[in-house]
Each structure stands twice: as C-alpha cells, then as structure tokens.
C-alpha cells in the first residue's frame, strides 16, 4: 500500500502567504535553499514547507538539485515578470541608452526602481568577459547599501524615508555599510548634490558600484540607472570617465521620459 502526505489544513490565505514567502527567500539565495532551510528560516513545520515546495516545483515555478535536495527559482517565474514590466516605459526608453553605457565602460549596467521599501533590478545589460555580477532582474536591494538605492531615496521625502528605514532596518552588509540614520542622511545629501552615488563595497566586498537618478515628466524621481563593478575595474582613475558616461545616459533617460529640469523638492 502506498502511502501519500495528505495537504496541511492551513487556511488558504495562509498557505498562499507561505507559497509567496517561500520564493521570495528561494530567489534572495543564489545557491538555492533546503526545505529544512526554508522551514527553519520562515518557522514553518517541514510538512507543511514540504507540501508546498513540491506544488511549487510541479508547477514550475522551483528546480529543486537532486544531489542538494536545495530548491532554485524556475524559470516559470520569467513569465509573471513580463506583465509587471509591460507597463514600465522607462525599461524600454533606458535599454539602447544601457546598452551603449554597457559598451563605454565595459562595466554591467542595471535599471533599478523602488518598490515599497527595497530597490528593484528591473533590466540588466552585461558585458563579455570573466567577470560576472551575482546579480538578476527582479533582485530586491536594500536602498541604504547600494548605489542604486541611495539615488533612489535621495529624492524622496523624510516622512517615506524613515518609513522604509524603520521596516527594513539598516543592516549591515559588510564592515563599510553605512548602519545609522544620521550617516545616511548626510550621505543622502551628498547624493543630491553631486548628481550620483556610491557604493563603495557597503554591499559587498570587492565590488563598487555607482548610480544616478532618473526623473520622470512631473519631476519626480523615476528610477536608477546604476554601473557595477569590481574594485580594481572601478577606481580612482577610471572614476572620472565612468561617472560621466553615467550621468549622461541618465539624463538622457530622464529626458526621454519628459524630464525638463524642475524637480519638486524631496524633503529628505
């Protein structure tokens, strides 16, 4: 006689909840996740991570190793991205200008905007070679440690800022990540008033990484465009040259999308 697990009797709403909890932690791992992993790191019973994991994985939306047992992120999951990303002018407008950014600086280029309280890679362009950023459309970011994300909250309000900081805290990524309130301000500012921002491996060691704002029509911040790269790729001399072409193709995105010059103030 065969036996089956039978479903866990968790409410549908609660189950959902799980189902989403579980790839969104699946997709921020980039070597994948165990069920006793998923089940330790969400508190929820094995049987019950279990049963969803296999429903995810038959429906294509998980690969799970068969040596590792660990579960990845399916590429059924590519598909839901292409109706959120529809509506995004900025994506298609930003691409050919990445692109030949791209090939300038032979750095990877990534669009980013902000969505609740997490900077979002919405397009990736990279170039050929050995080096590789771990890195992937749809990867959330956290704004106080990247370049992308302090271009993006430089030009919020204070009131939507302590807001985001509060939900999501200010980790700390590696021993340069900027960790209180007032550093970031004061570094806020700078992003203001120099145009870009700068990672400096405040995300991760080795790599730095710049970004600058994209505004919209109405003058309100739109999106990031950033360039990312290894410490020895992006340095004291090679700076200047990248931050040019950086700002450039910024503000031809932001001009693309209307941007004229007026920027309502950010309050920040």
């Not at 006689?1 to 709403?13: F, G």
């Not at 992120?73 to 990303?85: E, F, M, T, W, Y």
């Not at 003058?219 to 931050?243: C, D, W, Y």
Request: aromatic share 4%; proline share 4%; with cysteine.
């Amino acid at each position: 006689m065969t036996l089956r697990m039978s479903p866990p009797t968790d409410s549908p709403s609660v189950a959902v909840e799980r189902a989403l909890a579980m790839l969104e932690s699946v997709a921020e791992e980039s070597e994948g996740l165990s069920n006793a992993d998923i089940s330790r790191k969400l508190k929820i019973p094995k049987s019950s991570a279990s049963y969803i994991l296999r429903t995810l994985e038959k429906k294509g939306y998980l690969n799970r190793e068969q040596g590792t047992g660990k579960y990845r992120v399916g590429l059924k999951v590519l598909s839901l991205s292409r109706g959120a990303l529809s509506g995004l002018d900025v994506r298609e407008v930003a691409l050919p200008i990445m692109r030949r950014l791209m090939e300038q600086t032979s750095l990877t280029c990534h669009l980013a905007i902000l969505d609740g309280p997490d900077a979002v890679y919405i397009e990736k362009v990279e170039p050929q070679g050995f080096i590789k950023m771990d890195t992937w459309v749809g990867r959330r970011m956290r704004v106080h440690a990247t370049s992308v994300g302090k271009a993006l909250v430089a030009h919020i309000t204070r009131e939507r800022l302590e807001k985001i900081l509060s939900e999501q805290g200010m980790e700390k990524r590696t021993p340069k990540t900027i960790t209180t309130a007032p550093r970031l301000l004061k570094e806020l500012e700078k992003v203001r008033q120099q145009g870009y921002a700068v990672d400096d491996e405040e995300n991760n060691m080795g790599a730095r990484c710049v970004g600058a704002p994209v505004f919209n029509q109405h003058g309100s911040i739109e999106a990031s465009l950033g360039l990312s790269g290894t410490i020895n790729q992006v340095n004291p001399q090679t700076m200047p040259r990248i931050l040019e072409a950086l700002k450039d193709a910024a503000r031809h995105v932001s001009m693309q999308l209307g941007y004229r010059g007026a920027r309502r103030a950010s309050g920040a």
